[in-house]
């Protein structure tokens, strides 16, 4: 069975400082695929990335990265110069090969003080 | 361009009563989905549809039915609501399996 785990469970920062999200995941697949999800306090989830098990390299879009790193089955996600508006709740997503269902973790809540 | 759509928004049922959750997607996507949010939890899948025809369990199935009779709809029926049901359901879709999901805007559901 696949599992998620965001020990995480909020986290609170000042504005412009860095914040670094956790990620750990089981599966018994070769072949998986990752993701990131946000949900603002408005409650929509939206999209953030999407990464395959065989691709380990950094990403990195504008104040956000993500470190995959499956020596550690650990996928990262780190936002640089945190604002306001980055305050949400943050899903760590595994998606299975088979029927491409994806198992949630419990999320991460992040606020940002100004 | 509306993307993924549910109602209602809101519900307020009664233990015992039954309701249908409606979701359609205008993007044909293949792949549909049903969530359920907890309060302070991840999503947990109820279940999915890889076509329409084809619908199988997803993680928490027990007192949920849904059919997929078009490529566009994906309903979701809630017999004899307890109060367990009381949750945040999302739909969502993706074109294929593994890629990203489209989320519709989410029902709150109270049963009382």
């Known amino acids: 069975a696949q599992k998620v785990t965001q020990a995480q469970t909020e986290i609170s920062v000042v504005e412009k400082e860095d914040v670094t999200l956790d990620c750990v995941y089981e599966t018994r697949d070769t072949t998986y695929y990752l993701f990131w999800y946000k949900q603002p306090p408005s409650g929509e989830l939206v999209f953030l990335i999407r990464r395959n098990s065989f691709d380990e390299q950094n990403e990195i879009s504008g104040r956000y990265s993500w470190n995959f790193q499956k020596s550690t089955s650990s996928f990262n996600f780190t936002i640089t110069a945190s604002q306001v508006v980055d305050s949400a709740v943050y899903f760590c997503?595994?998606?299975?090969?088979?029927?491409?269902?994806?198992?949630f973790g419990d999320g991460t809540t992040l606020t940002v003080k100004p | 361009n509306a993307g993924v759509t549910q109602t209602p928004k809101f519900r307020i049922l009664k233990i015992g009563q039954s309701m249908t959750l409606q979701c359609t997607q205008d993007m044909n996507h293949n792949y549909m989905y049903w969530y359920r949010q907890d309060p302070g939890m991840g999503l947990k899948l109820i279940y999915y549809s890889v076509g329409a025809g084809i619908t199988d369990k997803g993680e928490v199935p027990n007192g949920y039915n849904v059919s997929r009779s078009t490529t566009e709809d994906f309903p979701l029926r809630l017999e004899l609501a307890a109060p367990s049901q009381t949750s945040v359901y999302f739909c969502?879709?993706?074109?294929?399996?593994?890629?990203?999901?489209?989320f519709g805007s989410g029902t709150q559901l109270s049963v009382l």
């Open positions: 997503a595994l998606s299975d090969t088979n029927a491409g269902k994806s198992t």
């Open positions: 969502a879709s993706s074109w294929v399996k593994n890629e990203k999901l489209f």
